[in-house]
C-alpha cells in the first residue's frame, strides 16, 4: 500500500506541494518574528493556538534538542504500558508491514505522549534531511512545540500536520498524521501516529488511521467485556425491528453493535457500515452516550445531531444481572415542526451573529475567519482581547453558528460575583447545603446550560480553589452541586474571555497550567481598535445605526468629526467609541443641533487631551473651547432631561419614550443630578 497522493500530472502536483511549503514558511516565518498571523493567513485555528501557546512559555523554535527518558524511567513507562502494547502491537505490526515501502512508519505514545513503541521502517544512513525519533521521546507541546501528536490527545480527534506547520524546525521535514486512542471512560489511552518524510499525503491515509484507531479500542472494549454473548441475546436484532422508532445499540465502549432499520433510515442515514464505529464519529466526543456510559444513569431529551436533522433521544443504561454494564441503548425521535429554543424560554439566548460584527481591516477578517472555523469545533475556546473590544460578541456569534445553536447561552461574569457565591453559583446547590440556602435547593449556570454555551468572562479573576474545580468539571464532564453527593453529567461547551495575559498569571502562580491548556484549546485573539486599519469610520456609522434604531431617531455626524475619531488611539475600544457617540448625541440635542458635530466629540476629556497642542483655527474654534471648559457631558444630559420634561409637563412616561430610555433609567437620573420642577 502507498501513502503517497499523485494524481497522475506529477510536475503539477510537486509545484502544488512546493508552493504549500513555500506558504507554510512564510506563515511560520511570520509568526516567529512578530508573535501574529500574516495577513490572509489560511492557518488552522488550532494550529495559530497552539503556536500562541508556544510562543507564550518562551519555548525556542530553533532548538533541536528534544526531552528523552533516561533509560531507566523509559524502562519503568514501558512496563506500566505492557498491557497496551501488547494489545496494540498484532494491528500496528500488521499496518506497519503493508505501508512498508512507503517511507511511513507508524509510532505509538503513551497518555502521557512519551515514544513506547515503533513499526516500520527505520531511517536509512545517509538520511540528513530526517532525524530519528527515539523511543522515550516527549511529544507534549510543553516539550516538543505543536506537532500532531499532541492537537490529537488535546483535540480528542485525528489530525494532520504537514512541515512548517509544526512550531520547531527539529519537526519541519515531516509529515504526521495522528488519533488519540479512548478508553471506555472516555480518557485518553494513548496516540497512535503515522509519520514520514514531507510528501503528498494519500487521501485514504486519515481514513487508514481512524480505521486501526477503531479496530483498537474495539479490541480494548471486548477484552473488558465478560458475557458477551449474552449481552447479544439481552437485545434480540429482531426484537429490535418491531419497534417504529430509531433504534440503536452501542457497547459499554461506546461502538454501535446493532441498528434498526427506521436508525438506518434516519439518524444513521449515509452510514451503510456503521456497525464496530463509535458514537463519537456520529455525534462527536461530547455525546451523552458517554454520560451514560459513564455514570449508568440514564438521560432522557438530550438533542443529537445528524446532517442537519435534529432528534430527541433516550439514551438509557443497559446492566447485567451482575450489575456490570453492557451497553447503551438510544432511541430517536426527530424533532419536527417549530423548534422552541431552551434558551429563549429563559432569555438565555445569543443574540449577535457573525452579521453583527463591523469592520473590513484585515486584522478583524482574520479574526472573523478564525472564529467561524472555531464554531464549527467542539472544543473549548478562550477569547483574549482589551477591555470593550467585543468578546462576548464573538462568544454569541460562535455558539449561534455552531452546534449547540438551538441550546442556551449562558454568561457568567466570574469577576462580579462574590467568590464565596461563585460555586454555588456555577454549580448548584441542595436545599439546606449553607444559610440562607432554599429548602428545594438551586439550579446552577452549569446546569442551565446544557445542551448549549456557557461563556465565563472574566476567567482570570477566579480563585485557585475554583479553578480545579472548573478543571474538574472540564475533565469529568460533570458538577456537583454545593451540599450535594451525586455527579450530574452536563453536555456543555465553555467559552473562556479575559483581558489579562492569562500565560503570566501561570508563571506568576496565579492561575493554574493545567487548566490553561484545557480552556485554551483553541483561542481567538481579538485586536485593539487601534490596531483595526481603516475601521473606525464603518464602526461609527454602525454604531450611529444602533443607537439611532434604539433612540428611534436619526442621528448624522459631520464629516470633520468622523476625521478627530478616526484620529484618537481608543484606549477602551469599540465600547468607548459607543460612549463617545451616545454622549456627543446628547449634547448635541441640547443645543438644538441636527447631526455631531467636531464640538461635541472635542466635549469628551479623552479626545480633548489626545488634541492638545494642535492648533486651532478661526473664532468658532475659540468659541469651541470656551464651552468645553463650562460644559460637561453631566451637564448636558441634565439640561436636556429637564428641558424634555418641562416640554411634556413632567409626565414620566412620556419624557422616558422621548429621551429612548426606560422610566426606572429616568428616575435614578431625576435623583443622580437632583432634578426639580422649580428649576
Not at 356 to 381: F, H, W, Y
Not at 615 to 621: F, I, M, N, T, Y
Request: aromatic content about 6%; overall charge neutral.
Amino acid at each position: 500500500m502507498s501513502l503517497y497522493q499523485w494524481n497522475g500530472d506529477v510536475l503539477t502536483e510537486w509545484k502544488a506541494l512546493q508552493d504549500k511549503l513555500d506558504n507554510g514558511k512564510r506563515e511560520w516565518e511570520t509568526f516567529m518574528h512578530t508573535g501574529k498571523a500574516m495577513a490572509g493567513s489560511s492557518l488552522a485555528p488550532e494550529i495559530l493556538s497552539s503556536w500562541r501557546r508556544c510562543k507564550d512559555r518562551g519555548l525556542n523554535p530553533y532548538d533541536d534538542n528534544m526531552i528523552v527518558l533516561s533509560q531507566r524511567q523509559l524502562d519503568q513507562r514501558l512496563k506500566q504500558n505492557e498491557a497496551l502494547i501488547e494489545t496494540i502491537r498484532p494491528i500496528l505490526q500488521e499496518t506497519a508491514g503493508s505501508i512498508l515501502d512507503s517511507g511511513y512508519r507508524i509510532d505509538l505514545y503513551d497518555k502521557d505522549l512519551y515514544l513506547i513503541g515503533r513499526f516500520g521502517r527505520k531511517l536509512k544512513e545517509g538520511d540528513s534531511e530526517r532525524r530519528e525519533i527515539v523511543l522515550g521521546e516527549s511529544h507534549n507541546e510543553k516539550d516538543a512545540g505543536t506537532n500532531a501528536t499532541n492537537l490529537a490527545a488535546l483535540l480528542e480527534r485525528p489530525i494532520s500536520l504537514m512541515a512548517y506547520e509544526h512550531y520547531r524546525t527539529a519537526l519541519h521535514s515531516l509529515t504526521c498524521v495522528s488519533a488519540p486512542i479512548m478508553g471506555a471512560d472516555g480518557k485518553l489511552m494513548a496516540v497512535i501516529t503515522v509519520e514520514g518524510y514531507i510528501w503528498p499525503l494519500h487521501k485514504h491515509t486519515m481514513a487508514l488511521l481512524i480505521s486501526l484507531k477503531e479496530s483498537i479500542e474495539y479490541r480494548f472494549a471486548n477484552h473488558r467485556m465478560e458475557g458477551a454473548e449474552s449481552f447479544s441475546h439481552l437485545l434480540n436484532a429482531n426484537l429490535i425491528e418491531l419497534i417504529e422508532h430509531p433504534i440503536i445499540i452501542a457497547d459499554q465502549g461506546g461502538k454501535i453493535i446493532m441498528a434498526n432499520r427506521a436508525a438506518y433510515d434516519t439518524v444513521l442515514e449515509g452510514w451503510e457500515h456503521v456497525i464496530g464505529f463509535s458514537c463519537e464519529n456520529i455525534w462527536g466526543n461530547r455525546s451523552p452516550v458517554y454520560d451514560v456510559i459513564k455514570t449508568k444513569k440514564p438521560m432522557l431529551n438530550q438533542r443529537l445531531i445528524s446532517g442537519s436533522t435534529k432528534y430527541n433521544a433516550s439514551i438509557r443504561p443497559l446492566v447485567g444481572s451482575d450489575g456490570k454494564l453492557r451497553g447503551v441503548m438510544i432511541e430517536a425521535k426527530e424533532i419536527r415542526g417549530k423548534h422552541t429554543k431552551q434558551g429563549g424560554k429563559d432569555g438565555l439566548k445569543a443574540h449577535y451573529t457573525f452579521e453583527n460584527i463591523s469592520g473590513e481591516s484585515c486584522e478583524i477578517k482574520q479574526v472573523i475567519r478564525l472564529a467561524k472555523e472555531t464554531a464549527g469545533m467542539d472544543n473549548n475556546i478562550l477569547i483574549t482581547g482589551e477591555s470593550g473590544t467585543g468578546k462576548e460578541l464573538f462568544a454569541q456569534s460562535i455558539h449561534n453558528a455552531s452546534l449547540y445553536a438551538d441550546g442556551p447561552f449562558v454568561v457568567v461574569n466570574c469577576s462580579a460575583i462574590p467568590g464565596t457565591l461563585l460555586e454555588s453559583e456555577l454549580f448548584g446547590y441542595e436545599g439546606g447545603a449553607f444559610t440562607g440556602a432554599r429548602k428545594e435547593g438551586g439550579v446552577g449556570k452549569f446546569e442551565l446550560a446544557v445542551g448549549g454555551t456557557i461563556f465565563l468572562d472574566e476567567i482570570n479573576s477566579m480563585s485557585l480553589d475554583m479553578q480545579v474545580k472548573i478543571l474538574r468539571v472540564i475533565q469529568n464532564k460533570s458538577i456537583m452541586k454545593v451540599g450535594g453527593n451525586e455527579e450530574i453529567p452536563v453536555n456543555v461547551r465553555i467559552i473562556a474571555a479575559t483581558n489579562t495575559d492569562l500565560w503570566k498569571m501561570v508563571r506568576e502562580g496565579q492561575f493554574r497550567e493545567d487548566l490553561y491548556y484545557r480552556i485554551n484549546v483553541i483561542s481567538i485573539m481579538i485586536p485593539p481598535l487601534r490596531d483595526r486599519t481603516g475601521d473606525v469610520e464603518i464602526l461609527v456609522k454602525d454604531l450611529l445605526a444602533k443607537i439611532s434604531s434604539r433612540l428611534k431617531q436619526e442621528i448624522k455626524i459631520e464629516t470633520a468629526a468622523v476625521e478627530l475619531l478616526k484620529a484618537y488611539t481608543w484606549p477602551g475600544n469599540v465600547r468607548e467609541l459607543e460612549n463617545v457617540l451616545e454622549q456627543s448625541w446628547v449634547i448635541a440635542r441640547t443645543a438644538n443641533k441636527e447631526r455631531i458635530t467636531k464640538e461635541e466629540v472635542l466635549s469628551y476629556r479623552g479626545l480633548t487631551e489626545s488634541t492638545k497642542g494642535v492648533p486651532q483655527e478661526g473664532e468658532a474654534a475659540v468659541e469651541m473651547k470656551s464651552k468645553q471648559k463650562n460644559r460637561t457631558v453631566g451637564d448636558a444630559e441634565k439640561a436636556l432631561i429637564l428641558k424634555t420634561l418641562h416640554e411634556k409637563n413632567w409626565n414620566i412616561q412620556a419624557t422616558a419614550k422621548a429621551l429612548g430610555i426606560a422610566r426606572n433609567t429616568l428616575y435614578r437620573k431625576i435623583k443622580r443630578y437632583e432634578i426639580e420642577r422649580n428649576q
